[in-house]
């Protein structure tokens, strides 16, 4: 059997369970034809040339297929966290939040407009997808793609609704509630992971730290350096008596402070959190408990939206050889060597490896379509087929039969996975 037809049959009796709920032929017929299109060679993998390499009499169906045929993404959305879980869930898995930035030119696409997008460090027209990634020591698995909306387009309902956004979404959301939204059903599917990190786009927000508290999950997020915080040793006393009013108020017996000057006389060491292919990964690091300046607002020392002691965590610093100066918060326990917290602070580099990944070789950014429905199961068909590459992976790792030329199926992702960061 040739590579390219072994592959085609694996790739056919892997999707199976995906297939199953499609239930119409025609639709079982296209969904694997537009997973092979994405994997399969090509520069473009926009719909006509997928279609031109994979069904070239297709098109239509294609199409019909990923922009708007009546089928319900739930129960394929359910077996890709199934499977995920399967492959590299479990207590020493990560799950990363995280967003990512598609590209575009006009200004018709469903959620495009000028904001700030990391591929290029700066504001750009794009769309931007919030993202959550399930990894196992150095295997990403991206679970969940959802577009967010800016305000621009939450105040247009005509330009919503010409875009067939469900009502449901016509409210304005913010990246971390999205992100919260989702880890909720995520964690809802079962899929078991050990802790969650996100960058500080996601960690300067008190409530999203709160709530992933409350969800009993241990996390390391980013933030930034005028963070306020309070030493861990930080007292509530009674305020000072004030004219006519009694001594009821609590306050904090000392000013909170930059995350950066808390950490300004600590105690900073050189670790190694991993060996690149350029030799040992290493940085300085620092790490003091604190207590968080994110509880209640109140007026404090004659500054009005001063923030109460939250929750003690560790803030940790980060100095990198290049001068740059990074910060963060976890709520692991206060035994956690700092070793182990840098450790987990730099997993989240798997994201962008797996952004990158989508990107590049599978085309999550080439979907030249503008509705909600077309750009999400586009998305959604794009991680199933990472998804499969990772299975194929793995299997090639352990030895499994065939390894030859599932190796040569996952050339991509290895490939790329060997020279990340």
Not at 34 to 49: H, M
Request: charged share 20%.
């Amino acid at each position: 059997m040739s590579t390219s037809v072994a592959w085609e049959h694996e790739l056919q009796s892997w999707l199976e369970p995906f297939l199953t709920p499609l239930h119409h032929p025609a639709r079982r017929r296209m969904c694997p034809l537009y997973v092979a299109g994405l994997i399969g060679p090509g520069e473009r993998k926009s719909l006509q040339p997928m279609a031109a390499r994979v069904a070239p009499a297709d098109y239509d169906q294609l199409h019909h297929f990923v922009a708007v045929g009546p089928w319900d993404e739930a129960p394929l959305e359910a077996e890709l966290l199934a499977q995920a879980n399967r492959l590299v869930g479990g207590p020493e898995a990560i799950l990363v939040i995280d967003d990512t930035a598609l590209l575009k030119k006009g200004s018709h696409s469903v959620g495009v407009t000028s904001q700030y997008a990391g591929v290029v460090g700066k504001n750009a027209n794009c769309q931007c997808l919030v993202s959550l990634t399930l990894a196992k020591g150095e295997v990403p698995v991206p679970i969940v793609l959802r577009l967010f909306l800016p305000d621009t387009w939450i105040q247009d309902p005509a330009r919503l609704h010409h875009a067939g956004v469900p009502e449901a979404f016509w409210t304005q959301r913010s990246k971390p509630e999205i992100a919260l939204a989702e880890l909720q059903q995520v964690m809802q599917a079962g899929v078991s992971f050990g802790a969650v990190l996100a960058d500080a786009g996601y960690g300067i927000s008190g409530p999203f730290r709160q709530a992933l508290s409350a969800l009993g999950l241990l996390w390391a997020v980013g933030t930034v350096r005028i963070q306020k915080v309070y030493a861990a040793d930080v007292q509530m006393i009674p305020s000072p008596p004030s004219r006519g009013r009694s001594r009821t108020r609590q306050i904090p017996d000392q000013e909170a402070v930059t995350a950066e000057a808390m950490l300004a006389q600590a105690s900073w060491r050189r670790i190694t959190w991993r060996r690149g292919t350029k030799g040992p990964l290493k940085a300085k690091f620092a790490a003091v408990r604190v207590r968080v300046a994110d509880g209640p607002a109140v007026r404090l020392h004659g500054q009005a939206n001063q923030h109460l002691p939250g929750d003690e965590v560790w803030l940790v610093g980060e100095h990198r050889s290049s001068g740059e100066r990074k910060y963060y918060l976890s709520n692991l326990p206060p035994d956690t060597a700092l070793k182990q917290l840098a450790a987990l602070i730099k997993a989240r580099w798997v994201c962008e490896q797996a952004h990158q990944q989508l990107k590049e070789e599978l085309g999550l950014d080439h979907f030249e379509g503008r509705s909600w429905r077309g750009l999400h199961r586009h998305a959604l068909l794009t991680l199933i087929a990472y998804l499969f590459l990772q299975h194929l992976r793995l299997q090639a790792a352990t030895g499994g039969k065939k390894k030859g030329w599932r190796a040569t199926a996952t050339t991509q992702l290895t490939g790329r996975s060997a020279h990340a960061a």
